[in-house]
């Protein structure tokens, strides 16, 4: 999660809270007190009823003057904190980079340059809430010796009482102290209205890519993957990730897509999937368009092994059912059986809790490979028609890698599975390889019509030392 959005979704709701809790309190009372005290003040004696219509507006203006200088203030030090979580995230996450560079001391003073200007912002916030009180209690002070000097004034001359002097005082500094309320929730109200105005803007927020309003529906999708002159465009970028692509992948068969970092491998993934929608042409699953199809529909069909297996915090268990399709209830033996598929039921059960393993946030107490076999048992225990492994198998060692695929094989024999690798092993056996370059499609075929016909896909298998499925 980015740290702004963090920021906003924890920091800047509570500070809604709190003032809401504040308001129910105050703008209950506060108008009670003021209307129920201005009444009974112009019941005493309405000549002084003067003094209100100044004393109030002073007392608003002073504190909207105070207002308006902190809204700019707040504004900035919500972003200064957006910005020390920043530097806090990126330096818990990549600890053992910072130490192994001997980052520490400048990572300290980066810390600490955040860290000083977001405390020299709250300080001059600070300073301007303390003035806040001072201002009011000084109008509030004024204007009680106001009221009795005047008051005197029409008791010398005859047009008052002592008693009702008092009284209006009384009255008058009740209508005050609910004005003193309301200053109370106008110092909060500078930082929380900034606040309200990020989350507002986070809720207002509509992603890109959206179910249609009429989607088309079809019975069951088989899983045949179709790219039709499809193209792809990052926001602002100043070159296409992918041009022109066409290509049918037929379903109860395997395609490996390789080629050099940045082709766009995982580009064309993520269109299969619809994280991104193509810029010009179509991906279409069983001839429909990606972008006509309901996307609850589209997803339960795909089983999607990212580059970077992540896990989330809780048990083994609970991160297998991830994978589930909605409505789908798991069984132990579903379970233990997409752990065998990957490779990953001989560490499991060694725990002793096996299935009810803790699992760390971000699958931190388990290695790289350990984590990316977790990943694929949970990509397979839905038995999706499409399977989609972005580079999933680079973390496991060659022989565990071969008793995946293996047990891949038979599972996904009616499935369409697509494979991006940069291993030769990988692909060799594929029905079909696809080589990209530069986000075109240079070469379709098999391992060994590639040799051949493809020179990108001759080096890359000459990369690695192997012709024709034999080391050299």
């Known amino acids: 999660m980015p740290p702004s959005l963090l920021t906003r979704t924890t920091n800047d709701v509570g500070q809604i809270q709190q003032l809401l809790q504040m308001t129910a309190t105050i703008l209950i009372t506060a108008p009670i007190m003021s209307i129920g005290g201005i009444l009974m003040a112009l019941h005493q004696d309405a000549g002084l009823s003067w003094l209100l219509l100044i004393s109030v507006p002073v007392l608003a203006l002073t504190n909207f003057a105070i207002i308006r200088h902190l809204m700019p203030i707040f504004r900035r030090m919500q972003r200064l904190i957006d910005g020390i979580n920043r530097v806090m995230r990126d330096q818990l996450s990549g600890i053992r980079v910072i130490r192994a560079f001997a980052r520490e001391p400048v990572e300290g003073r980066r810390f600490a340059d955040a860290n000083q200007a977001l405390s020299a912002t709250a300080m001059e916030a600070g300073r301007w809430q303390a003035l806040m009180l001072p201002a009011t209690t000084l109008v509030i002070n004024v204007s009680s010796v106001a009221l009795i000097w005047f008051g005197g004034l029409r008791i010398d001359a005859g047009h008052m009482q002592v008693g009702s002097l008092i009284a209006f005082l009384a009255y008058f500094m009740q209508i005050l102290m609910a004005v003193l309320m309301a200053a109370v929730l106008a110092v909060m109200l500078p930082r929380a ?23 088309v529906q079809p019975q069951a999708l088989a899983g045949e993957i179709t790219f039709d002159d499809a ?18 992948i037929p379903p109860g068969t395997t395609t490996a897509v390789v080629g050099s970092t940045g082709s766009g491998k995982s580009t064309l993934l993520a269109m299969i999937c619809r994280f991104y929608d193509v810029s010009s042409g179509s991906v279409r699953v069983d001839g429909h368009d990606v972008r006509e199809l309901d996307l609850e529909q589209l997803w339960a069909t795909i089983g999607l092994v990212p580059q970077r297996g992540y896990l989330f915090s809780g048990t083994i268990a609970e991160n297998l059912r991830y994978g589930a399709v909605p409505g789908q209830d798991l069984t132990d033996e579903q379970m233990w059986e997409a752990l065998r598929i990957a490779a990953a ?105 590639l040799l051949t016909e493809c020179p990108t896909y001759a080096e890359f298998a000459a990369s690695q030392a192997i012709t024709a499925g034999e080391p050299r």
Not at 196 to 212: F, K
Request: glycine share 6%; with cysteine.
């Open 231 to 248: 193209s792809f465009s990052y926001p602002g970028a100043d070159r296409p990730v992918l041009q022109q692509v066409s290509l049918r």
């Open 345 to 449: 039921d001989d560490f499991v059960a060694a725990h002793p809790d096996g299935l009810d393993r803790p699992v760390a946030q971000g699958g931190i107490n388990f290695s790289g490979g350990q984590r990316q076999r977790l990943a694929i048992a949970r990509a397979v225990i839905r038995r999706p028609a499409i399977y989609l492994f972005d580079d999933a198998f680079s973390a496991l060692d060659v022989h565990t890698d071969a008793r995946v695929r293996a047990a891949l094989r038979d599972v996904s024999a009616d499935a369409t599975v697509v494979i991006v690798s940069q291993r030769i092993s990988t692909v060799m056996e594929a029905d079909q390889v696809v080589v990209v370059a530069d986000g075109r499609i240079v070469g379709t075929g098999t391992h060994q019509s």
């Open 193 to 215: 209205s900034v606040c309200a105005e990020r989350v507002s803007g986070v809720l207002s927020t509509r992603p890109r890519i959206t179910t249609p309003a009429h989607p």
